[in-house]
């Protein structure tokens, strides 16, 4: 089976960094295209930025400029650093990736349990 474990979350001040890191185990043939997503309180969950197997990334407009995906093929691993951070991206921000586990059939997609993220002064 295939897990999807977040790190790097905590609380920080306004203008401050973070960076998060999403590290896929198990039984892992391919990944594809890996994400971060977030939750707010009482809102629903969003796309934050995506990267494909490539490199190719796209970022949620608020995103843009401040954050940044990238990831480690030979880790299995998808990075967000984030800098600037406001009030308004606290959330509990999670992990996605669509996996396939052997040469035969379709990939999967799996969540991380997700990470939280407080900024607050």
């Known amino acids: 089976q295939v897990q999807l474990v977040e790190s790097g979350g905590g609380l920080v001040q306004p203008g401050g960094s973070l960076r998060l890191s999403c590290a896929a185990s198990?039984?892992?043939?391919?990944?594809?295209?890996m994400a971060w997503y977030r939750q707010a309180p009482g809102k629903q969950r969003e796309l934050v930025a995506f990267i494909t197997s490539g490199g190719t990334t796209n970022y949620k407009d608020s995103a843009k400029g401040r954050f940044t995906i990238s990831r480690d093929n030979a880790k299995n691993t998808v990075y967000l650093q984030m800098n600037s951070l406001k009030p308004e991206d606290t959330a509990v921000y999670y992990c996605?990736?669509?996996?396939?586990?052997?040469?035969?059939?379709?990939?999967?997609?799996?969540w991380g349990q997700g990470t939280q993220v407080t900024v607050s002064s």
């Open positions: 198990g039984s892992i043939f391919r990944i594809y295209g």
């Open positions: 996605n990736a669509d996996i396939k586990s052997s040469n035969y059939g379709i990939s999967d997609n799996y």
